[in-house]
């Protein structure tokens, strides 16, 4: 399903409630041409006209174009953060506050130590990747954050919503 997703011309994949390892290597694997996944071969692709093109071109192509992003919204997740930013396939990171929040016990609670913490060990999980600096943090829906404090101190980090 994801792979057809994909295939129709979507730039990537936000996979939500993400807890382990196997869940990411799961969704990194469907998005991804072998060697690095099991997603379906094809020809044509939107992005390129849709002009036939050879497999061994096409490929290295759309993975360096597919963007997987993982988001983490419970304990466990957050748990796994390490060995999930070190997937290979995985792209982005992303806390989904609000549902974090509800899954801690602190619903709308934005200052709560519990979500900073959960926040800090994510980004934490980030930034151990150095041989991948493309990975990085998003915290969406940061009304109730201070998104500057976090921007500064939790780098690598981008905040949206509101």
């Keep these: ?3 057809r997703l994909l295939d129709i011309g ?3 994949i936000i996979a939500p409630r993400i807890e382990t ?3 990411a290597a799961t969704i990194a694997r469907a998005c991804r041409f072998p060697p690095r996944g099991q997603r379906s071969q094809l ?3 939107p992005q390129y006209g849709f002009r036939p093109m050879p497999a061994r071109t096409l490929n290295p192509l759309l993975d360096d174009l597919t ?6 919204e419970t304990p466990a997740g957050i748990a796994n953060a390490d060995a999930i930013a070190a997937l290979d396939g995985v792209d982005l990171l992303t806390i989904g ?3 974090l929040c509800a899954e801690i016990g602190c619903i709308g609670q934005f200052d709560d130590p519990r979500l900073h913490d959960a926040i800090a060990t994510a980004a934490d999980a980030c930034r151990a990747q150095d041989d991948a600096p493309e990975s990085f943090l998003c915290v969406t829906r940061t009304g109730g954050l201070d998104a ?3 921007i500064t101190s939790l780098r690598p980090a981008i905040c949206s919503g509101s």
Excluded: K, S
């Design 1 to 3: 399903m994801l792979g």
């Design 10 to 12: 979507a730039a990537g």
């Design 21 to 23: 390892l196997e869940d």
């Design 43 to 45: 020809q044509t692709m």
């Design 67 to 72: 963007i997987v992003q993982i988001m983490l």
């Design 97 to 99: 506050v609000n549902d």
């Design 148 to 150: 500057r404090r976090l």
